[in-house]
């Protein structure tokens, strides 16, 4: 599975959008990205995946850059609750295995 | 139920105890596995089962013996651990191996002295 990199952490103004950057320049076509957060004391909790076009829900949205090297996870409103680490993970489609790398601590300020 | 139950939370124990952690799923899940956490890092992959069957060891050592006795349940066996095995210890379960969406418990915090 291909590699990924991600700042060690930021900072979001509450109500403020949080924009997570995530590099994975190996990717590759079968491989999904996917977007896990764990609060503290917590279990990971999934957030969303997409393979190459852009993905919202609930939760959040995913954007993927067109040559799929880079995508960015957008908190539209964040608020104190999402303050946890979050994870990008390259995956392959129908199996492999999850396997987090450092992660992003997101830190939302009142 | 969209949970799954890890007991107990907390564990103490000593280096020549045996001791189980128990991981229930009521959701119909076929794949299921633990991860081991250290303070300060990420998650990592110790075990996966699918259908009942272990499917992946990550080179754990045998001092830890997973168990899955049916669809819902998966206990990891410890034994004759280290210090350094002190970890929160977490389960997660996904319709199948390939399923996007995995579910974690809230985690057993082990500490062994």
């Known amino acids: 599975d291909a590699k990924t990199t991600q700042p060690t952490s930021m900072d979001c103004a509450e109500g403020r959008a949080a924009n997570l950057p995530c590099n994975h320049s190996t990717i590759s076509g079968n491989e999904y990205v996917y977007w896990y957060r764990q609060i503290h004391s917590q279990g990971p909790q999934y957030i969303i995946h997409g393979l190459k076009n852009n993905e919202t829900n609930e939760m959040a949205s995913l954007i993927i850059t067109e040559d799929r090297k880079s995508s960015t996870l957008i908190l539209p409103h964040a608020t104190l609750r999402d303050t946890a680490v979050y994870y990008c993970i390259v995956r392959v489609g129908g199996g492999g295995k999850l396997i987090f790398g450092q992660g992003t601590e997101l830190s939302v300020k009142p | 139920d969209t949970e799954v139950t890890q007991t107990p939370k907390h564990l103490v124990m000593g280096m020549t105890n045996k001791k189980s952690l128990k991981c229930e799923q009521h959701m119909g899940h076929r794949a299921m596995y633990w991860y081991k956490q250290k303070a300060k890092k990420p998650p990592e992959l110790m075990f996966v089962y699918s259908y009942e069957k272990l499917s992946i060891n990550e080179s754990v050592p045998s001092r830890f013996s997973p168990e899955c006795p049916n669809s819902s349940l998966l206990n990891l066996h410890l034994h004759a651990l280290q210090p350094e095995d002190s970890a929160l210890y977490l389960c997660?379960?996904?319709?199948?191996?390939?399923?996007?969406?995995?579910?974690f418990g809230s985690g057993t915090r082990l500490t062994v002295v």
């Open positions: 997660a379960s996904s319709q199948e191996v390939g399923s996007y969406g995995y579910t």
